[in-house]
């Protein structure tokens, strides 16, 4: 059984269009977040989630949007799409950040 | 804020060669570190954490890490590396009372020849 499952696992999209992924843990773990790769393998938290409730907010732009239904899903809408957001993007869940993240599998987005 | 620094960007060891990853902190407070390992085309797993107590930590596939208050380091070490360690390797630190936020360094690429 996978952990923290993300789909998709790639998306090619154009530029202007809107999207979205998601993500689901069966660990039963309070805590989701969303994370960016960028090309340079660089890790950037996006949001975190405890609960169903927005704890993380980085300074991202508002053309991404997370919902959390309940704590064991937490999906992103990407607005409008624009060259810059391609990248991975990773899910990641934890119990308490002290045992750390279990990621998910990451999703490959490409925009052109 | 929490930041980390991994000093060696890309290294390149034969196999059997040891290994050690730098990994600097800055946080003035207590904290727990990590090392995760990414696979070409994999997603990050946890090698080893430090949370309290014996600073030398062990991990798994026999990694270790070091964690050095005064220096403000936690350096991943192995003895003997093997073809199949070839992986982008990442530390992380989150604050105690920092919240859920895990910060990552940049990450050093690492590739093993044969």
């Known amino acids: 059984d996978t952990a923290v499952s993300q789909t998709p696992k790639y998306l090619v999209t154009q530029m202007g269009n809107d999207k979205s992924i998601k993500c689901e843990q069966n660990l039963g773990h309070d805590t989701m977040y969303w994370y960016k790769q960028d090309s340079k393998k660089f890790l950037k938290i996006m949001f975190s989630?405890?609960?169903?409730?927005?704890?993380i907010n980085e300074t991202v732009p508002n053309r991404f949007s997370p919902k959390s239904p309940d704590k064991a899903h937490l999906n992103l809408h990407i607005n409008s799409l624009e060259l810059g957001d391609s990248a991975v993007y990773f899910c990641?869940?934890?119990?308490?950040?002290?045992?750390?993240?279990?990621f998910g599998s990451g999703t490959r987005l490409t925009v052109v | 804020a929490q930041s980390v620094s991994q000093h060696n960007h890309h290294v390149i060891l034969s196999e059997a060669a040891s290994l050690e990853l730098g990994c600097n902190y800055s946080?003035?407070?207590?904290?727990?570190l990590f090392w995760y390992v990414q696979y070409p085309g994999q997603h990050l797993q946890l090698l080893l954490k430090?949370?309290?107590?014996?600073?030398l930590v062990k991990g798994i596939k026999g990694f270790e890490a070091e964690f050095i208050k005064s220096k403000f380091s936690f350096n991943l070490r192995k003895p003997s590396v093997q073809w199949s360690d070839t992986a982008e390797y990442f530390c992380?630190?989150?604050?105690?009372?920092?919240?859920?936020?895990?910060?990552f360094g940049t990450g050093t690429q690492l590739k093993v020849e044969l």
């Open positions: 990641a869940s934890s119990q308490a950040v002290d045992y750390g993240y279990t």
């Open positions: 946080y003035g407070g207590t904290v727990n």
């Open positions: 989630y405890n609960n169903k409730e927005l704890i």
């Open positions: 430090y949370f309290s107590g014996d600073p």
């Open positions: 992380a630190v989150n604050s105690r009372g920092g919240g859920n936020k895990l910060t």
